[in-house]
């Protein structure tokens, strides 16, 4: 079981951070979501406060650790990687009663008729310079998180504050994350999700192309969409009141 951080009062509402990040980067949404919530922090696998998690990493059993471990009938809200998470517990039939996907794809990576992600080079290029210095690489990668919000710089402190307070996660642990960034392609499973889905996104997220948000439109049957202009890859961070009503108006439907 992975160690679960509980908060406040209501239906429950599980929080996936994303690569390299723990709960830690919720911190600016907890107040208002746990007055309507009860809030459960998951550290994936190999992060935060699980970063002695002795498991293989790969999407499929970080996805089984994280069921195993949460209330069953709760909504998922899972962000980036924890997106990916998320839209892989509910294909594979969790029991979700509703899932939010933040700033995530079904394929993070471009390649063969996808073109709606990063291109390789940028990744294998992360995964080059993790073997060199991990730390360093991980900030790096904060950065381009919050590239074109219009937010930025205060986006990239609070990453930066957050990304060590439970502890630092291993380079074995963030190479495994970008692994699946880089070669899980859940476009195949992802259209057998029957809960109703809202997907969240920023219109300057240069992470994730605005057609990965139409795969999602297109694809999954329930499925309700909300741009937050001025928002890059964390919208939670730089548009909190936007997120929270979104979330909120989503849970009470």
């Known amino acids: ?79 980036s990687l924890g997106g990916m998470v998320a839209l892989n517990a509910a294909a594979e039939g969790a029991n979700i009663s509703k899932l939010i996907i ?16 990063i291109e390789p080079q940028v990744l294998e290029q992360f995964a080059d310079d993790l073997k060199e210095n991990h730390k360093l690489t991980l900030l790096r990668f904060l950065a381009l998180q919050a590239r074109g919000s219009d937010k930025a710089r205060d986006e990239i402190r609070i990453l930066r504050e957050s990304v060590f307070v439970h502890g630092e996660p291993s380079a074995k642990t963030l190479a495994a994350g970008l692994d699946i960034l880089q070669y899980d ?25 605005v057609e990965a948000i139409d795969w999602f439109a297109h694809n999954l ?18 548009h909190p009141e936007q997120f929270i009503a979104a979330i909120d108006r989503f849970c009470d439907e």
Request: hydrophobic share 40%.
């Open 185 to 209: 392609d859940l476009r195949l499973t992802a259209p057998h999700i029957n809960q109703p889905t809202l997907v969240i996104y920023g219109l300057r997220d240069t992470l994730i192309p």
């Open 102 to 117: 933040t700033a995530s794809s079904p394929k993070f990576c471009q390649g063969g008729d996808w073109h709606a992600g």
């Open 1 to 79: 079981m992975l160690n679960i951080t509980s908060m406040g009062a209501g239906p429950d509402l599980v929080l996936l951070h994303g690569w390299g990040l723990n709960q830690a980067i919720w911190q600016g949404v907890v107040e208002q979501l746990a007055s309507h919530h009860t809030l459960h922090f998951v550290d994936l696998p190999g992060y935060g406060t699980n970063n002695g998690w002795a498991g293989l990493q790969d999407l499929n059993t970080i996805t089984q650790a994280v069921i195993n471990s949460v209330p069953e009938g709760a909504v998922w809200l899972g962000w």
């Open 221 to 238: 049957s329930h499925c309700s969409i909300k741009e937050i202009i001025g928002a890059g890859h964390a919208p939670f961070l730089s």
